[in-house]
């Protein structure tokens, strides 16, 4: 069986170029072209995806604001020319450090995150040390399933 793991970092806006930011409308990302709104079958509701699926999700708080960008495999997500979709965690440890404070040992859960007020938040999911998905996650303020996508 697969282990999964997940880090925790205070996050720091000026180390990221996503082309969306937490302050974007979902109106102007549509309008823009920057996102698609696609039907889900399976969830029976609307989700907002990025262009060639780069972000791979993207979610909004009741301003229609956004409130959380999630990477899946497929998707692109680089710091320093390194793209961290797919890559093994330890390669990437040195330029997390250089960016980034860890903060794991204060949110131990996806759900302890709602309860984290101190910056906004990136989260790495990994299987077996492959990252397999990334999430920016607004922390405030928010309503508790917003980052839920």
């Not at 497929?74 to 330890?90: L, M």
Request: aromatic share 14%; with cysteine.
């Amino acid at each position: 069986m697969s282990k999964i793991d997940k880090w925790y970092f205070k996050l720091n806006p000026s180390a990221l170029n996503t082309g969306i930011s937490f302050s974007d409308s979902k109106e102007n990302l549509i309008q823009s072209g920057l996102i698609s709104k696609i039907w889900d079958s399976d969830s029976k509701k609307f989700i907002f995806t990025g262009k060639n699926g780069t972000p791979w999700r993207i979610g909004f708080n009741p301003d229609e604001q956004v409130s959380a960008i999630w990477f899946n495999r497929e998707s692109h997500f680089q710091i320093d020319n390194v793209n961290f979709c797919c890559a093994k965690y330890p390669d990437l440890i040195l330029i997390l450090e250089r960016y980034f404070v860890d903060i794991t040992d204060e949110i131990k859960s996806m759900g302890e995150n709602w309860s984290y007020e101190e910056s906004d938040i990136l989260c790495i999911i990994c299987r077996d040390f492959f990252v397999t998905l990334i999430a920016l996650l607004k922390t405030s303020p928010r309503t508790k399933d917003e980052n839920n996508i």
